[in-house]
């Protein structure tokens, strides 16, 4: 496939095929979670989540499936979702962002993507990621 006629990552579901459909998504996902929960540098968030990670890995490959171009399923299954307030009740810091798509970048390290997709794809998590901080930050302020 030439340059001129390569879909390009964010438009109809090139992502979500760049991403190996549900399944590399999923792969994805569990790499992450693993990532975290061994990582000493995520030790901080890991401690915000429930001892039992498969529930959040499911939420979030089905998010994750949406927002990459592919099928609705967080929306199907769990209803809409707002990724900054939904994430507002951790007090959520920089260094929690950054030890977050550390984790991310490890996993998506670990997959068999192009180094095109693997740079995109983080510099597009990294976007969500900052918005969780403001609208955590915003709330612990409003609290204070
Ligand atoms: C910025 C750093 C982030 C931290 C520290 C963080 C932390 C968390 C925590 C503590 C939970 C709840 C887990 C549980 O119930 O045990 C969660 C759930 C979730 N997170 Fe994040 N998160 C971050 C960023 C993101 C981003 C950028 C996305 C999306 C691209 C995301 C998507 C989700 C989803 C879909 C869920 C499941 C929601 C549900 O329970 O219905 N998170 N996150």
Known sequence: MSDTTKPLFGTADASYQAAGEL????????????IMDAWSGAAKIRAMHKADLSESADKLTCFLSGWLGGPRLY????????????????????????????????????????????????????VPAHRVVQASQARQQAAQ
Request: glycine share 4%.
């Open 23 to 34: 399944a590399g998504i999923r792969r994805l996902v569990t790499d992450f979670y693993q």
């Open 75 to 126: 929306q199907e299954r769990y209803g809409s979702i707002s990724i900054p307030a939904f994430h507002a009740q951790w007090p959520i810091d920089a260094q929690a962002r950054d030890a977050w798509l550390g984790c991310m970048q490890q996993a998506i390290e670990r997959q068999p993507y192009s180094d095109e997709f693997k740079t995109y794809l983080l510099a597009q998590l990294s």
